[in-house]
């Protein structure tokens, strides 16, 4: 990022290669659960500065299998996705974690919110 040189601040208008919607859907995806993630530590661990230990191993994790998804841009919400690739038990804990972070997400990021749940009625596309 290119800096100011009078005030050594990064300069507010950075010129950025425009990125196809899809792969912006995909960031979203990407900030809207992370965003659920710290909701989640915040309130039932009490890490207002952080992430504890176990939720930042969930989100590595959720990174980790983001990263490696078969449908990349075209990725369903994963309630909506046809494929589990989630460890069982990794995957009962992200889904604890929305069930807390979900009724929150209105009010502390609306337009992530919203935005997913958008995201969330879209009709999956599968290939076959």
Same mark, same amino acid.
């Given at each position: /990022?290119?800096?100011?040189?009078?005030?050594?601040?990064?300069?507010?208008?950075?010129?950025?290669?425009?990125?196809?919607?899809?792969?912006? +859907?995909?960031? +979203?995806?990407?900030?809207?659960?992370?965003?659920?993630?710290?909701?989640? $530590?915040?309130?039932?661990?009490? *890490?207002?500065?952080?992430l504890c230990a176990d939720c930042a191993a969930l989100w590595d994790y959720v990174q980790r299998r983001l990263e490696r998804c078969?449908?990349?841009? *075209?990725?369903?919400? $994963?309630? *909506? $996705?046809?494929?589990?690739?989630?460890?069982?038990? #990794?995957?009962?804990?992200?889904?604890?974690?929305?069930?807390?972070?979900?009724? +929150?997400? #209105?009010?502390?990021?609306?337009?992530?919110?919203?935005?997913? /749940?958008?995201?969330?009625?879209?009709?999956?596309?599968?290939?076959?």
């Amino acid at each position: /990022m290119a800096s100011d040189p009078i005030t050594n601040y990064p300069s507010p208008v950075t010129r950025h290669p425009p990125a196809s919607p899809a792969s912006r +859907r995909f960031d +979203r995806e990407r900030r809207t659960v992370e965003a659920m993630i710290r909701l989640y $530590c915040k309130g039932r661990h009490g *890490n207002a500065a952080g992430l504890c230990a176990d939720c930042a191993a969930l989100w590595d994790y959720v990174q980790r299998r983001l990263e490696r998804c078969p449908f990349q841009e *075209n990725k369903p919400t $994963c309630a *909506n $996705c046809p494929i589990h690739c989630y460890q069982p038990a #990794l995957r009962e804990q992200i889904q604890t974690v929305m069930r807390y972070a979900g009724p +929150r997400m #209105l009010w502390r990021h609306p337009i992530l919110a919203v935005r997913h /749940m958008r995201d969330a009625a879209r009709k999956v596309k599968r290939e076959t």
